[in-house]
């Protein structure tokens, strides 16, 4: 390739990136105006240098994160994920649980069929309470 093609296929490289950016800014602009989705919320932990002479050592930052197990009451057996997200909702202040949450999810099975298998892309896969 030569030095005219490649600076080329950077200037065009470079228009579809900032396209795309320019789209995925106005959809989350949209959703966010709609109620679809609530406005980002950030927290920024610090991190303090204990010994200056050794960069890679720092301090521990321990968040009041309430634990909520998976196993407990009615328990989720694959449902670490959701579970996961619940706590860090309760973190945040939204009032919901694991069970909620999992009410929320859809669902695709293990097995379609014809050697075919679920989409994690799509739904969760197979049955979030344990087994297939």
């Known amino acids: 390739m030569d030095k005219k093609s490649k600076k080329r296929l950077i200037i065009i490289l470079s228009f579809l ?3 795309l950016f320019i789209v995925i800014k106005n959809i989350e602009e949209k959703a966010t105006n709609h109620g679809l989705v609530e406005a980002k919320k950030t927290t920024t932990v610090e991190l303090k240098k204990v010994d200056k002479k050794n960069d890679s050592k720092y301090e521990k930052v321990l968040l009041d994160v309430p634990l909520e197990s998976q196993f407990s009451d009615y328990a989720l057996n694959n449902g670490c994920e959701v579970t996961a997200l619940s706590m860090l909702l309760q ?6 649980s694991k069970n909620n949450l ?31």
Do not use: M, R, S
């Open 91 to 96: 973190y945040y202040g939204y009032q919901t």
């Open 17 to 19: 990136f900032f396209g």
């Open 102 to 132: 999992a009410e929320l999810i859809y669902y695709v099975p293990v097995f379609i069929g014809d050697g075919y298998k679920g989409n994690p892309h799509d739904d969760f896969v197979g049955n979030i309470t344990g087994g297939i």
